[in-house]
């Protein structure tokens, strides 16, 4: 049994920061690619950051990549994403996902968590 749940979201004003965090179980975490997305109201899910613990390699989407940083706690088995210099168009529900390579595409993931929304105000 794998499950993500993800925690940290909130309303914050463009500027600010949030750090996101997600806590697997029924997984090993460090076999594990792990990647962040986010919706947006009426928008697809899109790729926002990615890492994988053999390796240890990340990749960002180009609109994040000064501002957002995902790393992991193997011992705590979470993955987080610091998000720093928010903006209005980063408001979105932010979900992890956990599979066994990285990729942009939200099909190519196994494991989904639930979300957590993120709200930045101008």
């Known amino acids: 049994q794998v499950q993500l749940v993800e925690s940290g979201g909130g309303l914050v004003q463009a500027g600010g920061s949030l750090r996101l965090a997600c806590v697997v179980s029924g997984r090993t975490f460090s076999r594990d690619a792990m990647a962040w997305f986010r919706q947006a109201s009426g928008k697809e899910r899109e790729f926002v950051a990615a890492?994988?613990?053999?390796?240890?390699?990340?990749s960002f989407e180009k609109s994040v990549s000064a501002r957002f940083t995902i790393s992991g706690d193997n011992a705590k088995n979470t993955v987080y994403l610091q998000m720093n210099s928010l903006k209005p168009e980063d408001t979105a529900v932010y979900y992890c996902?956990?599979?066994?390579?990285?990729?942009?595409?939200?099909?190519?993931?196994?494991?989904w968590g639930r979300g957590t929304q993120v709200t930045v105000s101008s």
């Open positions: 996902a956990c599979g066994r390579q990285v990729s942009t595409q939200v099909d190519a993931w196994d494991y």
């Open positions: 890492i994988t613990y053999s390796g240890g390699g990340t």
